[in-house]
């Protein structure tokens, strides 16, 4: 049986955590391969629709990452991002997301290795909760209701 | 002011170029760079796919350039390494062959997937994700102009201690106008109280004042003592600056310093300048070589204010310099930069209870140590102790009081204290040879040019007993006062009788400086202090552009570090005015008029100010060269009305799309 492969959305802010998968890849950090990524300029960028959208799109997984609080380059957006997340955690529990599924760490540019290991260890978390299959889901509900 | 959109097309008719770099074997050793160009050669928007060895070379580049023009290119892709490194080159390789840097986008397919990953085909299949996402971003993206604004080569300086002056003088120098905003009715802030100054003991008056009379002087700066800031509005290379002048009710232009008007003056109150030591009239000057050289009269105190007036000093003054009826004014200038130079002041001695400065006339903390030290002081330089005026035998002196406490004060170390309690020691003695000085510290720093030779002087030529431990509490016995301490080098307890003590008061923010910092909306750390935009490599410029830090409102630090940050902050100064006009980068947040609803969640969210509410349109506006891109507005905007330049949501979906949904 072919272990089932997540695909993990991720969001980077440019500053901390998109400088920190460059480092990991300067130093030739290997992480399973099911990560891509999209730069922001601040992890206050994101929006939780989104969030909402990658999981509707096919992500299994999406992790946020941003600068450490207090190293914020634009003083203070991790932290908005932060209360964002947390409520959206529960949000998403409501719609039967676990919440798991979302992920928000403070990874600095220096901390690549942090960072090689977070993707790993993620990955190795969502192929355990299984595949979400939101679209599929979906569709299926869609089908019932037709007959 | 507005950015200028230009050649917006339709995403349908783009024509987009895409250029696979194999980096040597560094990318095209695990992706198979060839697929991935074919792969996107039919993908939608995508007219021109190619791969190379090194995008980055100037062959490289050269292709670049003959493609966009060839193939008339509307955006191109480089998928090639971190943004941070060729994101410049490739966009000005675009530029030459006329296309706007921002339709340039880089698809990072080396750091972020074939130097991470060592299967070929799930790498290879990441890198195509990775390409067609930006496609879809490329596809949406508009042709930007940085945004242009004027800059007013004026300077205001708040604060006229060392680090203001310094600040002001080099900017002058440089040929750029300078206001100077001091509170007080002189020049000269803390510096001037000073006595001596470590480890040169040079005379702290005698050293400061010829700047003070240069920044008088000075052609180019406009010194206003006596005077307040209350508002600052607008924002880098164009602020309006709101001035309150407090009446002095004395003429500077008239008075001619005769000190008739003290003589007469019945009003005998307590003198700040030697910090409650002396005592000065209601209509004074703070000390005798005070800038500007006039009488100020303290309205607090004056009789003549009330309604039944006293008059005394309107009497004696020849040349009517003395004006009652004096009102407060409000001055408007406009400026490009502003230099905050607040200065600091002593933690109080209430905040310690235990050590009795509130309760003993001689616990005294080290600036009034410097006024008792200084010749021009309450006891002419004699060392006299407060209550009864006798040469004090004993001294104890107590190192870091309300520092680097992280339980009950302050957590950080004040930094001067070590270097001026030594040089306390060390006067008391040449002073009062058969006198003992005795020092409690916890460590002795003494991190400086020639101060811990200035330390080691003071223990083996001064003889001054320094005992490694903390006082707990200190009182009175008789006539002498009792220091409890410990000595942690012996783990005993100690016991020293002592006819003064003085106190190292940790340095804290200045007393409503708060109130100062909030007007001018800039960012202080968490004990006040004034927070430069980076620690190690913007350490005198606000986070806010167009503000400058300079002195002891940053953080405790001696005069040398005081004047070197002030010329520094004056340098950065330079460099702003020294540009034609200021460009910002457009990636900012605009608002569209027709979707925003006026709601404010946006101008809440903003950490620059940059957004505020159109009462008469009911929108958000945004001021472009405050706003930095953060884009977290963007994200809580309900209408959808704040949308990121070149990250709009629709491009974050379409992204997500290209990476997720194919």
């Known amino acids: 049986m072919t272990m089932f492969e997540p695909q993990i959305m991720c969001f980077l802010c440019k500053w901390c955590t998109s400088a920190a998968a460059d480092a990991a890849g300067t130093s030739r950090m290997h992480y399973a391969p099911n990560n891509v990524n999209l730069r922001v300029m601040c992890s206050s960028r994101i929006d939780p629709q989104h969030i909402l959208y990658a999981f509707k799109e096919g992500a299994d997984g999406v992790f946020i990452g941003g600068c450490h609080p207090g190293d914020c380059h634009y003083v203070e957006g991790n932290y908005k991002t932060l209360r964002r997340v947390t409520l959206f955690k529960k949000i998403l529990q409501d719609l039967g997301i676990d919440p798991k599924r979302l992920r928000l760490e403070w990874i600095s540019a220096a901390e690549g290795k942090k960072y090689a290991e977070t993707m790993d260890e993620f990955a190795s978390q969502i192929q355990a909760l299984g595949p979400l299959q939101l679209k599929e889901k979906a569709l299926a509900r869609e089908v019932v209701k037709d007959e | ?662």
């Open chain 2, 1 to 662: 002011m507005t950015a200028k959109k230009t050649d917006k097309k339709d995403k349908k008719d783009k024509r987009i170029g895409l250029f696979v770099c194999h980096c040597g074997v560094n990318i095209a050793g695990v992706v198979d760079v060839e697929k991935v160009a074919e792969t996107m050669k039919d993908y939608p928007g995508v007219s021109f796919s190619a791969n190379y060895v090194y995008m980055c070379s100037d062959p490289g580049q050269q292709m670049i350039i003959d493609t966009i023009k060839e193939k008339h290119l509307d955006g191109i892709i480089v998928a090639a390494c971190s943004p941070t490194l060729h994101e410049k080159t490739f966009q000005e390789a675009a530029r030459l062959a006329g296309l706007n840097p921002y339709q340039i986008e880089i698809a990072n397919i080396r750091e972020q997937d074939s130097w991470v990953h060592t299967d070929k085909a799930k790498a290879t299949k990441k890198a195509v994700k990775i390409v067609k996402s930006h496609v879809a971003k490329a596809l949406q993206n508009e042709s930007l102009e940085p945004v242009k604004v004027d800059v007013n080569r004026r300077a205001l300086i708040i604060g006229g201690g060392v680090s203001g002056l310094q600040a002001a003088l080099d900017i002058a120098d440089h040929g750029y106008e300078v206001i100077l905003v001091e509170k007080n009715p002189s020049i000269g802030g803390k510096m001037i109280q000073l006595s001596e100054t470590f480890p040169t003991l040079d005379c702290s008056q005698c050293i400061l004042t010829p700047k003070m009379v240069e920044v008088s002087r000075h052609p180019r700066i406009k010194l206003l003592t006596y005077h307040e800031v209350d508002s600052v509005s607008g924002f880098v290379g164009n602020f309006k600056v709101k001035i309150r002048k407090k009446p002095r009710y004395v003429d500077e232009t008239l008075c001619n310093l005769c000190g008739e008007c003290e003589k007469v003056c019945p009003q005998v109150v307590s003198d700040e300048f030697n910090m409650g030591l002396a005592f000065r009239k209601a209509i004074y000057m703070p000390f005798p070589q005070a800038i500007p050289g006039t009488y100020t009269l303290d309205a607090e105190h004056c009789l003549g204010l009330t309604p039944v007036r006293c008059g005394k000093c309107k009497d004696v003054c020849d040349k009517k310099a003395i004006d009652y009826d004096m009102k407060e004014t409000i001055i408007e200038e406009e400026v490009g930069a502003v230099v905050v130079a607040t200065g600091y002041d002593l933690y109080t001695m209430q905040a310690i209870g235990e050590y009795g400065g509130e309760k003993y006339e001689d616990v005294i903390n080290g600036l009034e140590f410097e006024r008792i030290l200084s010749a021009s002081g309450p006891t002419g330089g004699v060392i006299r102790r407060p209550s009864d005026g006798q040469v004090p035998k004993s001294i104890v002196f107590v190192q870091c009081t309300g520092s680097r406490d992280t339980e009950k004060h302050n957590p950080y170390c004040s930094k001067i204290c070590c270097m001026y309690t030594a040089k306390h020691a060390m006067m008391y003695r040449h002073r009062v040879p058969d006198g003992q000085a005795t020092v409690f510290y916890i460590d002795v720093r003494t991190g400086g040019k020639a101060f811990d030779e200035f330390y080691q002087r003071t223990i083996e030529e001064d003889r001054v007993l320094y005992i490694r431990g903390k006082v707990s509490k200190i009182f009175k016995e008789g006539d002498k006062l009792i220091v409890w301490g410990v000595d942690t080098l012996t783990g005993k307890k100690v016991e020293v009788e002592a006819d003064m003590v003085v106190l190292a008061m940790a340095m804290v923010k200045a007393d409503g400086v708060m109130d100062l910092l909030k007007k001018l909306k800039i960012a202080t750390d968490i004990h006040g202090f004034l927070a430069e935009a980076h620690p190690k490599l913007r350490p005198v410029e606000s986070l806010n552009a167009g503000f400058y830090l300079a002195g002891c409102a940053h953080g405790p630090k001696d005069i040398p570090e005081a004047v070197a940050q002030a010329s520094a902050a004056a340098a950065k100064v330079g460099d702003l005015f020294a540009q034609k006009e200021l460009s910002h980068d457009p990636t900012i947040v605009p608002v569209n008029d027709e979707l925003c609803s006026g709601c404010g969640i946006c101008i809440s969210m903003c950490p620059y100010s940059a957004r505020s509410l159109d009462l008469e349109r009911g929108v958000a506006v945004v001021n472009e060269i405050l706003c930095e891109g953060c884009g977290a507005c963007a994200a809580a905007c309900p209408c959808g009305a704040a949308q990121q330049r070149n990250q709009t949501d629709s491009q974050i979906y379409s992204m997500l799309t290209a990476m997720l949904g194919e």
